[in-house]
């Protein structure tokens, strides 16, 4: 009993440290580190390299954020996440920024108090079989045994397809990506369903990568992106501008090779307020002026992060696809800097 | 002459509450006690204010909305439209079912251990010695964790027993299977089932009992209370004559025939799993989650509970046992009858704690994926519900219940087996 008593009193005193906390801007600025929640270890998204080092299309979120904000994008502690342990993590104020492939819902926003600034990555939920199950379709997964990751969209997802489908299944519910992996090649079970991005991901990372494939439907519409926390909205503006100046950059045509001559000023306008060399939008923000020149310069654009993590170029092999600028055909639409 | 007056009634001050010795202690717990309730108070307070500020009062209005998800191992019906509270009551049934079983199984392999490293047979002392210190000297998560990935690396997958020269087959004539998603044994039907009662109608509380059940215990129940009586006349005929008659065909009898009359009149007979799509369908299925939180929670209490008999039973005085050979009584007619039962006096309350402690480490199932209390209110629906607090107080409230119960059940037996003083 003393340990329950001790939780509680645990949970209490986390919760009245998460209120506490108001000027997250400040925090971070005097701890001189962001504090970035990722997921425990998903190869492309956020994974720690042979060098013990966080890489991924996540993590350069975080980077990208600590970099305008402290002006060095390694000032950042990457603070491993479950999908359950995320939002009090968020919550109780242990992370400032949770970027962690989440998927934007109504009551994440509104209910659990949290704040999505935008999106960086369009999903949609998948499913993974092994090529020898002959299964070609979702809909011929009756009876099978499903292995999930716990406290995610992906399990209600999951409850009401097979549900509408009239088909029954055996949820196995998994607390992270590598465990699932393990079970589903121990083949103690049929089908491996999250996010298609993440299957990708994972199937990358897997020995024999062509003896397993992704069904053709996808069942939900999955917008991952980073959330803050709700009530802390200049915090917010960072982080959000933080992404769009990535997504733009890549619009614009900055990149991280020419970015240094593009600061010294051009003939558009629109990159010379992002750069800061025209206009007061880093003042505003409450940051210096060349805020953005340091976030697209950590580690290049929206297109660069995504080429060199999740691309097609990468064992991840991801198709840009909805995921490309609005100009393109994609989904991807920053705000005008003005 | 003189009188004698009572001596002067003495006034209550306020000073002697500090002063008086009388009263100090008083004055000292009753401020304490104030200062703690105000502490606490503070607390609850201010988290009261936090989160009615973040916009999250308290409110477990959550538990009648649909849970929207599914839950593997249900022993009431259960789907995703079903609220959080029903999908907390299905945990709640995984958590006591691992909790009984694991009792039990600790309980057995315990008492046998511990006895056995008594043994003056020196190979089989020594490998009860390194039963015990492995097992309990490592994390019981460990266990839980190893012997899952063991289940699940070594057993085959159900596509395994699949084709004309499968590479697995079940046992037993085709009646168990063995694969890394758990165990598949036949289960008990009823040709003529008496149907089930609906207790609560459609609430998310209801309850189907089974009828069919209930006659079965209810006839076990009465063949070993008549036994019981053929047992007590049997005595009271050795303590008159000195003779006991046979009695053993007569008390199995009552118990069986009237059990086995009643299976057949109830028609039973035995559903068998067979692969069919993925999986194998009918029988009972044992998960593997299940199966490697139950061996890991019993093997790791299993050690402690070898100890605790094995200092029960040196707590004995080696007088008895040689009073007792003195006699002329057997080795384990000794251990049975002089023994065990003075040692049970040592033995039930440290048992009672590792009761306790078996069913709280039964939280740990969320590392194997299995779906007790902490994995179904504590877990997904705090989750999707966002409601952080009201969840870990009901978990608490939840948990504190079970375990007083156990205190009082097993309080309730110590009083029954410890030393009557005459």
Known sequence: ?338 | MTTLSDPPKEQFRLSMLLYDTRYRSGTIQVIALIGFMLLAAWLINNTAQNLAELGKPIDFGFFSEPASYDINQRLLDYDSRDTHLRAALIGLLNTLVVAVLGCATATVIGVVVGVLRLSHNWIVGRLMTVYVEMFRNVPVLLWIVFIMAILIETLPAPSAFRGEDPAASMLLSDSVAFTNRGVYIPEPLFSRSLGDIHLLGEASLRFDVSVNLIAILAVLIGGIWVSNIIKRRADRIQESTGVRPTTWYLRLGVILVPLAILLAALGVHFGYPALKGFNFQGGTHLRNSLIALWLALSLYTAAFIAEIVRAGIMAISKGQTEAASALGLRQNRIMSLVILPQALRVIVPPLISQYLNLTKNSSLAIAVGYMDITGTLGGITMNQTGRELECVLLLMLVYLVISLSISAVMNWYNESVKLKER
């Open chain 1, 1 to 338: 009993m003393k340990k329950s008593v001790f939780l509680g009193a645990l949970t209490v005193a986390g919760l009245t440290a998460g209120a506490a906390v108001a000027g997250t801007m400040d925090d971070v600025k005097a701890r001189g580190k962001l504090n970035c929640g990722v997921t425990t270890g998903l190869v492309g998204f956020a994974a720690p390299d042979a060098n013990g080092e966080w890489k991924g299309f996540d993590v350069s979120v975080c980077r990208a954020v600590a970099a305008a904000v402290l002006g060095d994008q390694n000032a950042v502690e990457f603070v491993p996440t479950t999908g359950k342990t995320r939002f009090t993590a968020l919550a109780s104020g242990e992370i400032d920024l949770l970027a962690r492939n989440t998927t934007w819902t109504f009551s994440r926003d509104v209910d659990l108090k949290f704040e999505f600034v935008g999106v960086n990555y369009y999903d949609g939920q998948g499913f993974m079989v092994p090529k020898g199950l002959g299964v070609s379709s979702a809909k011929e997964l009756d009876g099978a045994t499903v292995c999930i990751q716990t406290g995610t969209t992906t399990e209600l997802n999951l409850a009401d397809f097979f549900r509408s489908n009239n088909i029954s299944y055996e949820p196995v519910p998994i607390e992270t990506n590598a465990e699932a992996q393990q079970q589903y090649l121990a083949g103690a079970c049929d089908v491996y369903t999250t996010d298609a991005s993440g299957l990708a991901a994972t199937r990358a990372t897997f020995e024999a990568p062509g003896d397993h494939v992704l069904l053709p439907e996808i069942i939900s519409k999955e917008p991952l992106g980073p959330l803050v926390r709700h009530g802390d909205n200049e915090w917010g503006d960072v982080v959000r501008w933080s992404l769009n100046a990535l997504i733009a950059a890549e619009e614009y045509g900055i990149t991280s090779a020419n970015i240094e001559e593009l600061a010294k000023g051009t003939n558009n306008p629109e990159i010379n307020r992002m750069l800061g060399t025209e206009g007061t939008l880093g003042e505003m923000l409450g940051l210096d002026a060349e805020w953005a020149k340091r976030a697209i310069a950590a580690n290049g654009n929206y297109a660069e992060i995504f080429a060199k993590n999740i691309g097609e170029d990468t064992p991840v092999g991801l198709a840009r696809g909805l995921n490309a600028q609005w100009t393109n055909g994609g989904l991807l639409y920053a705000p005008p800097f003005r």
